[in-house]
C-alpha cells in the first residue's frame, strides 16, 4: 500500500495484491465530447467508478489547482484548442512529477512520441483503440508507476 501527499510518495507498506482499476480516479481530457463520453464509458465497463472529465487542457490544469488530491491519472489527448496535451502534460509534470499521464492520440509518428517521453510521458494509446487495448495500457502504466514507488522508497 503506498501513501501519498499531494502526490509525493510517503510512506510504503508491502504490496500484497496489483493494483484495482477500481481503485483508481481518472481525469479524461479530450476536446472531442463524443471521444471523450466513448472514453468515460470503456472506463466504466472496466470498473473504474470515478472518472472526472474536463473538454480542454486548461480545464484539466484548472481542476488539477482546485483539487489535486482527486486525480490518479490523467488520460488527455495532444491535439486540443487552447491548451495542447504536450503543454498539459508539461505543466502537470512540474507539479506533480509522479502522477501517471497517459497521452491519448491518434499521432503515432515516431517524432511525437519522442517529444512526448522527453516531457515525461508515462504511457501513449494510439486512437482508436479497444477496451482490451485501454485496460492493458493502464495496467502497464500502473504497474510501472508501483515499481518506481517502491525503488523511491527503497532509496530513501
Known amino acids: 500500500m503506498f501513501w501519498y501527499y499531494n502526490h509525493q510518495l510517503i510512506g510504503v507498506m ?11 480516479r481518472i481525469m479524461v481530457v479530450d ?3 463524443d471521444t471523450q463520453k466513448m472514453i468515460k464509458n470503456m472506463l466504466l465497463e ?12 486548461s480545464k484539466a490544469l484548472e481542476f488539477m489547482d482546485s483539487v489535486p488530491d482527486l486525480v490518479d491519472v490523467i488520460m488527455c489527448d495532444w491535439n486540443m484548442p487552447r491548451v495542447t496535451g504536450i503543454e498539459v502534460l508539461r505543466q502537470i509534470r512540474t507539479v506533480y ?28 494509446v494510439r486512437k482508436p483503440f479497444s477496451m482490451d487495448e485501454l485496460k492493458g495500457k493502464l495496467t502497464k502504466v500502473m504497474t510501472r ?12
Open 31 to 33: 476536446d472531442q465530447p
Open 97 to 124: 512529477p509522479d502522477l501517471p499521464f497517459l497521452m491519448v492520440t491518434a499521432r503515432g509518428d515516431v517524432d511525437s512520441v519522442v517529444v512526448a517521453k522527453e516531457a515525461g510521458v508515462d504511457g501513449y
Open 46 to 57: 472496466l470498473g473504474v467508478t470515478q472518472v472526472y472529465t474536463a473538454p480542454d487542457g
Open 145 to 156: 508507476h508501483q515499481e518506481k514507488a517502491l525503488k523511491k522508497a527503497a532509496s530513501s
Open 14 to 24: 508491502a504490496v500484497s495484491k496489483p493494483f484495482n482499476l477500481t481503485d483508481l
